[in-house]
């Protein structure tokens, strides 16, 4: 099906009450929830995630379109598992130990459920138990995020923990001061230093 224009501007606007009276809109007018999801939510996000990757939009306007867009799912998700739509993969993400800062852990979670994903949001200030945990659960993917270099080692705590307990699942790190020679250095999966990258490098990951 086409997208759903109502939807797909209510979302890259970010205006979270048009975005919900689009999705119902859309529910009432018989549109499959597989399409609200992938013609007009994750489309969204992926305009909004083009014009930011190229400085045509700032991390705020992202925040408002991803809100959105979180508006829109909340109304779809019991939909969504109802009518058997599996979600593309699961992926866990949090904050490392030491560090509380969550913007940008926010805005990746929320482009992940907006591309599909089935996301456990583990928080900031995470220990290695919890990652090791959120595996254990079924995490495929595990996304860490850090604004401080002085809890950047942890990172690299958490891949050694999770090898060390015999996970082999991909670890994709991510924050202000990481760099891709970093991630390389510590053994992670894939590096991103942006948003919709992170997505880019979880389905990556998963293929």
Do not use: W
């Not at 979302?11 to 549109?31: H, I, K, P, S, W």
């Not at 305009?47 to 779809?76: K, N, P, W």
């Not at 082999?168 to 250095?185: F, H, R, S």
């Amino acid at each position: 099906m086409a997208r759903n224009e109502a939807l797909f501007q209510a979302v890259y606007t970010g205006d979270r009450d048009a975005a919900r009276e689009a999705v119902q809109a859309a529910l009432d007018n018989g549109e499959s929830v597989e399409s609200i999801m992938n013609d007009s939510l994750i489309a969204a996000m992926r305009h909004i995630g083009s014009y930011f990757e190229c400085g045509e939009a700032f991390i705020s306007e992202m925040l408002i379109a991803a809100r959105a867009m979180d508006t829109a799912l909340q109304v779809i998700e019991p939909l969504l598992v109802k009518s058997g739509v599996e979600p593309k993969g699961r992926v866990c993400i949090g904050t490392v130990q030491g560090d509380l800062h969550d913007i940008g852990k926010n805005l990746v979670a929320m482009m992940l459920k907006g591309a599909g994903y089935q996301v456990d949001d583990l928080g900031v200030d995470c220990s290695l138990e919890t990652y090791v945990s959120a595996v254990e659960r079924g995490a495929q993917v595990v996304c860490l995020s850090a604004l401080l270099t002085t809890t950047m080692p942890a990172m690299q705590d958490v891949v050694a923990q999770l090898k060390q307990a015999g996970f082999d699942v991909p670890v994709i790190v991510g924050g202000a001061p990481i760099t891709q020679e970093y991630a390389d250095q510590i053994g992670a999966s894939g590096f991103s230093s942006t948003a919709s990258g992170a997505v880019s490098v979880v389905e990556r990951c998963l293929s």
